[in-house]
């Protein structure tokens, strides 16, 4: 900012439009030489520019090219071998026998198709892929292995909530197997706070709350047994839930 020197009233008028002057010259000045020293360093790094710039193309060409020639045939690759392996887990779900039979098949494979396993090996960054983590941590818990459970359930990953909910939960039950209770508890409040809705939210207060009662954390077993009244007072889990809120209240 330019400065001026009062020197009495008479002359302050004349000494701003010469300050006002000299600040305009001095912001063109500064312009013009920021703009030499722009072009100065353009003609200097000429070269690594232009490389910068080709490169951030070639960047943008080859995800363009990369995402319709590479991967999005190998997802409709992927889509079709899940096609099988979720059908035999489908299967398992319902069947009334052979059901750890069916599961081996769905994580597995048969007749020269992938299973879940498969699936996530050969179709890394595919949606099928992903839905394989789920459905085979699914699988594996059916089948009581808890520790295979708990390790593919945390690598699904969703925008859906229930589906987020769920894995939670699942890997929830699958420490409880193992009477790791706090990872249990863990699992169970990252379930629960996940998602609001009636269908999954209800389910996982009750077990939050079951297993804080089991390490003798009453208070906070209290706080999910309240709000499943509260919030879900037209959900299953509320119907004895007067129960464990005066077990929890009483001293």
């Not at 302050?12 to 010469?18: A, C, D, M, P, T």
């Not at 020269?112 to 892929?129: C, E, M, P, Q, V």
């Amino acid at each position: 900012m330019a400065t001026y020197k009062k020197k009495g009233f008479k002359s302050r008028s004349k000494n701003l439009e010469s300050s006002k002057d000299s600040t305009t010259a001095e912001v063109f000045e500064t312009l013009d030489v920021g703009a030499s020293r722009t072009e100065m360093i353009v003609s200097k790094y000429q070269n690594y520019i232009i490389g910068i710039v080709a490169l951030s193309v070639i960047i943008v060409l080859g995800y363009l090219g990369y995402e319709n020639f590479i991967l999005k045939p190998k997802s409709d690759e992927a889509n079709n071998e899940l096609f099988t392996a979720q059908k035999y887990f489908n299967e398992a779900l319902n069947a009334s026998e052979n059901k750890d039979s069916l599961f081996l098949l769905s994580l597995n494979g048969a007749e020269g198709k992938y299973g879940f396993l498969d699936i996530i090996n050969n179709y890394s960054g595919t949606d099928a892929s992903n839905v394989s983590y789920y459905t085979a941590g699914m699988a594996y818990f059916n089948l009581n292995d808890f520790e295979k459970s708990i390790d593919f359930l945390k690598d699904f990953k969703s925008d859906d909530e229930i589906l987020n909910a769920l894995a939670m939960g699942v890997i929830g039950d699958s420490f409880a197997e193992l009477n790791q209770l706090d990872d249990a508890l863990d699992s169970y409040r990252s379930a629960a706070n996940s998602s609001s809705n009636k269908f999954s939210s209800p389910k996982f207060l009750l077990k939050a709350g079951n297993i804080a009662t089991l390490l003798g954390k009453k208070s906070e077993a209290l706080n999910y047994y309240q709000k499943i009244k509260d919030d879900f007072p037209k959900s299953p889990e509320s119907m004895l839930i007067d129960i464990q809120i005066g077990k929890n209240s009483s001293n």
